[in-house]
């Protein structure tokens, strides 16, 4: 078999020009297929890279269509040099939170979901992540989790605390983190409370804020089928963000540099902070360090909103400018089949499907893991960024607007958030979608 695979990790920029309707649009032909091999791309690491290429290895054997796949680092800025010169991959695997903005900039062909083989498979939570408010999909789902919270069980014991369900025993037990000596190193305070990836790059921050944005009874926005309202102004919201802030703005509870940190990973897999809310992608890096018995998987604890965490979906796309239709449709087939879905779960490599969409199959089971069940339950506690709209821009001015205020301490939190909100409702407006 004859197929190539690339990866890439280098970090040069590419200046691009965003693609217009024009670039990518179907012509009214037929297109023909130019007999190359079928281009995917993913962004992706090794680990999770050699697990992809099992998956497209175990589709050439099946199907005897040929992948070309590239993983990068760099989708995004990669990705629109080729929008930009109206050649898009065929494929494309990727956040499901980026959905809105290709489909809107002309890059996705919708999906006509009743001619996928295996579609009902798929429970209608998974459909519904990847439909617009036009009525149409434009994308298949392909994998899905929530974040959950990560603690030094090991700590935690040494101080004789208990698993906390509530903030404030998560407050609690970061203080102690910061403040006594969980490492046992004979050294007071040369720990942390919480490791955070304070990064705005891709609004990254908002994403890990969201959660005790939410479980502090606050929202950033109301409403339903692509029609919001800002929410994040509201007094209930005021009152989470000022419980986040007060993380950033008590000594020691968040690592040094945390507002600037791209990964958090780090700091919790070194010992050096002992409480990580992120997604169970970490449980093969931080089984290494700081080791499988080190650590635990808890449900997040709960505030006056109660526990819900982010929702996080990867989700299969066709590329606008392709000339292989029927082989998008046969690849997306194969990804989201039994057969699929498992080698994405258990090949060497990262699991690039966590939590399966297929629902006829069993997570904790193929991954003889018990860890996967409080994902499971968290999952079922959790929510998405709406996906009906372009959230591109709100998310990245969340990013932007927290990562600020948290650097501030004196921040006036009220009057930050209302100026936010005013900003996320003239961006809803200006995508026709406030109500």
Known sequence: ?????????????????????????????????DGKPLEVWSRSGPEAARTYEAVFDAFTEETGIEVDYLATVEFETQLRARAAAGDLPDVMIYDQASMANYANEGMLLPVE????????????????????????????????????TFIRKDWREELGYEVPTTH????????????????????????????????????FFAWWASSYLWQGGGDIVSGESGAYRAEI?????????????????????????????????????????????????????????????????????????????????????FGAST???????????FLISEEGQEIGMTAPGQPVVRLPVNESLDAVEI???????????????????PADIDFTVIRQDIAETFNSM??????DVSTELGDLATRIDEELDKQDALR
């Open 323 to 333: 000339n292989k239709p029927d082989a998008q449709k046969a690849l997306a087939e």
């Open 168 to 203: 404030d025993e998560l407050l609690a037990l970061a203080e102690a983190f910061a403040s006594e000596d969980p490492d046992g190193n004979g050294v007071d305070g040369d720990t942390y409370g919480m490791a955070v990836p304070g990064t705005t790059d891709r609004g």
């Open 233 to 317: 102004g509201s007094d209930e919201s005021v009152e989470a963000v000022e419980w986040i802030q007060n993380l950033f703005c008590t000594p020691d509870i968040v690592q040094p540099g945390a507002l600037t940190n791209a990964s958090a990973t780090p700091f919790f897999a070194e010992g050096q902070a002992g409480i990580y809310q992120t997604g169970p992608y970490a449980f093969a890096n931080f089984d290494s360090a700081p080791g499988a018995e080190n650590y635990e998987v808890i449900m997040a604890p709960s505030g006056p909103g109660g526990a819900t965490t982010l929702t996080e979906r990867t989700s299969i796309y």
């Open 367 to 385: 991954y003889g893991d018990e860890r996967w069940a409080v994902v499971e339950e968290q999952l079922a506690d959790s929510r998405p960024f």
């Open 113 to 148: 979901r009743d001619e996928l083989a295996g579609a009902d498979a798929l429970s209608e939570a998974s459909w519904d992540s990847v439909l617009m408010a036009d009525g149409a999909y434009y994308g298949v789902p392909f994998s899905q989790h929530a974040q959950v």
């Open 1 to 33: 078999m004859n197929r190539s695979s690339r990866a890439v990790t280098g970090t040069a920029i590419v200046a691009v020009a965003m693609l217009s309707l024009s670039a990518c649009g179907q012509s009214a032909a037929e297109p023909v297929d």
């Open 406 to 411: 948290f650097g501030r301490c004196s921040a």
